[in-house]
């Protein structure tokens, strides 16, 4: 099971490996396999986040997102995006963006670095807006119910996540362009450039996520229709199977799989920088991270994974609220690429825990009748 899960990340990685070594030697090969390390600790709420939604997809789909889906990760974002990048902010041709890239490296970083705060104003808009609806959604099972329990009352006010956002948007750009006044104006044009990309972030994940989640409403209204069918059949011995996602609804959730995805790969396209600026170097680094990011999120659903420790989603939507907050952030301020990895991390490993002190829990509630459960399932 778990080479058959992992077989293609482990043949990517060789690969990847033996490439870096012909094309820079051993430094390289040290690079690529330090840019993994670092993709797959900044995006494992990443796939956290993707198992819980690819496991409403059916196997069509799944698929999809694993083909199609995986080249559009590895190459669009993690080679062609940092090069599409310099052509807009340099207003370079795509041709002279990628000869920049090869030829000056150092004139290519310093593009990419001036053109982030925009990207992370749209990424952070985008990953603030998941984290907001997610913990503002009245849940049965709560993490931290002592704040889930008052924040899903908050939540019955309409529009309360936008309106958060959109006030944390402007704070940033505000900040963003009071700094730049004090230390000579050069950069408060970019104030407007960041009020503009966080719109568009927040527009972004208005249409592609309203309209997944329209059509998934749908289909669980197409599958509460079915429940008596489903229930007859039972009756007489063919029970039939959950409906899975498909058509429009599956191809809107796979539009809003691959957004998240981009998002959550915005630190670390940014944060590769830190470590080289060569572009070669960066996409086989951040390639390999991805493919794992993939296998490990075809692994929890396979698993059940997800099923059997409740809390993972909650820790993994945390670990993206924090990453919002970085990355807006770090449109005035730096921040360590480990601090943020780090976090995530720690987050993960908090509602794995505390998912395992609930499942015990609930088997030794096993004899203390439905009371005993309920109280278990009410968060800590």
Known sequence: MLLKTFGW???????????????????????VAILSVLE????????????????????????????????????????IFPVVIVAIS???????????????????????????PAIAAFGGMFLLMIFLDFIFEDRDIKWLGWLERPLSRLGKVDMLSACIALIVLLIA??????????????????????????IAGLITYMIVGGLSGHFEN????????????EEQAARTGKPKSAVKLAGKAAFFMFLYLEVLDASFSFDGVIGAFAITNDIVLMALGLGIGAMYVRSLTVYLVRQGTLDDYVYLEHGAHYAIGALAVILLVTIQYQINEIVTGLIGVVLIGASFWSSVRRNKRLAEAEGGGDNAKAEVSSGV
């Open 9 to 31: 990340s482990f043949a990517v990685t060789a690969l990847g490996l033996v490439a870096a070594v012909f094309y820079g030697g051993w430094t390289a090969f040290g690079i």
């Open 40 to 79: 797959i600790s900044l995006s494992f709420d990443n796939a956290v986040v993707n198992a819980g939604i690819l496991k409403k997809m059916n196997a069509f789909w799944q698929k999809i997102f694993l083909t199609i889906g995986i080249l559009i990760a590895v190459f669009g974002m993690r080679l």
């Open 90 to 116: 340099a207003q370079l041709g795509p041709i002279e963006a990628v000869d920049l890239a090869l030829t000056d490296k150092d004139r290519y970083q310093e593009l990419v670095t001036d053109a982030h």
């Open 173 to 198: 750009a505000m900040t963003f362009a009071t700094h730049a006044h004090q230390h000579g104006g050069a950069h408060v044009d970019k104030a407007q450039t960041v009020l503009i990309a966080g």
């Open 218 to 229: 749908k289909l669980e209204e197409e599958e509460e229709r079915e429940h008596e069918e």
